[in-house]
């Protein structure tokens, strides 16, 4: 019986699609469930065969810049083609030791949050309801949270981004919560 490692499988299967969908589907679940590391898809990149492999490359790019799904990974390539200054993705933030949350994406100079949320992980009423709590701890310390659903990022990316803009402009640069950040990649 032959079996691959879960790197060298994520690496293989990556390069015998020309989907970027499912490329970052494969790569981020296979992060997220921590079937294997960023460095060991990286290792497997560059040891492996250059021809199939832009769209592992470019689902590892945004992997390591802490995108973990494709509605983050769609959210970014917004973020990007509408020029806005680049969020960290998925970092922790912490008030104290307190862990408070991981957002989606952070601008820690403004104190904005926007999370990509999806009737998949908010459907039960207990995931609503932390979502809710998580919420109001973040807005009790200046910190704006805004909501898009995956469809929203997609069907109306001007609307997204119109918005994304205008809390960014609104807010400055003065965020001053004393709210310790630690990158995805740490």
Same mark, same amino acid.
């Given at each position: 019986?032959?079996?691959?490692?879960?790197?060298?499988?994520?690496?293989?299967?990556?390069?015998?699609?020309?989907?970027? +969908?499912?490329?970052?589907?494969?790569?981020?679940?296979?992060?997220?469930?921590?079937?294997?590391?960023?460095?060991? $898809?990286?290792?497997?990149?560059?040891?492996?065969?250059?021809?199939? !492999?832009?769209?592992?490359?470019?689902?590892?790019?945004?992997?390591?810049?802490?995108?973990?799904?494709? #509605?983050?990974?769609?959210?970014?390539?917004?973020?990007?083609?509408?020029?806005?200054?680049? #969020?960290?993705?998925?970092?922790?933030?912490?008030?104290?030791?307190?862990?408070? +949350?991981?957002?989606?994406?952070?601008?820690?100079?403004?104190?904005?949050?926007?999370?990509?949320? !999806?009737?998949?992980?908010?459907?039960? #009423?207990? !995931?609503?309801?932390?979502?809710?709590?998580?919420?109001?701890? $973040?807005? +009790?310390?200046?910190?704006?949270?805004?909501?898009?659903?995956?469809?929203?990022?997609?069907?109306?990316?001007?609307?997204?981004?119109?918005?994304?803009?205008?809390?960014?402009? !609104?807010?400055?640069?003065?965020?001053?919560?004393?709210?310790?950040?630690?990158?995805?990649?740490?």
């Amino acid at each position: 019986m032959q079996f691959a490692l879960p790197a060298r499988a994520v690496a293989d299967a990556a390069r015998m699609t020309d989907d970027l +969908a499912k490329v970052r589907a494969v790569v981020a679940w296979a992060v997220q469930t921590r079937r294997c590391t960023v460095d060991q $898809l990286v290792d497997e990149l560059w040891s492996g065969p250059v021809q199939g !492999s832009a769209l592992l490359r470019t689902a590892l790019s945004e992997v390591a810049r802490g995108v973990r799904s494709v #509605p983050e990974a769609d959210l970014m390539s917004l973020i990007v083609r509408g020029e806005l200054p680049m #969020p960290l993705f998925n970092p922790r933030l912490f008030l104290g030791d307190k862990l408070l +949350a991981v957002p989606d994406a952070w601008w820690p100079d403004t104190g904005l949050i926007v999370e990509v949320d !999806s009737r998949e992980w908010h459907l039960s #009423p207990q !995931s609503w309801e932390q979502t809710m709590r998580r919420h109001a701890r $973040l807005t +009790a310390l200046g910190i704006l949270v805004l909501h898009f659903s995956p469809r929203h990022i997609r069907d109306e990316p001007g609307e997204v981004l119109d918005t994304i803009r205008a809390a960014l402009s !609104s807010r400055g640069g003065r965020f001053s919560a004393p709210i310790r950040t630690v990158p995805a990649s740490a």
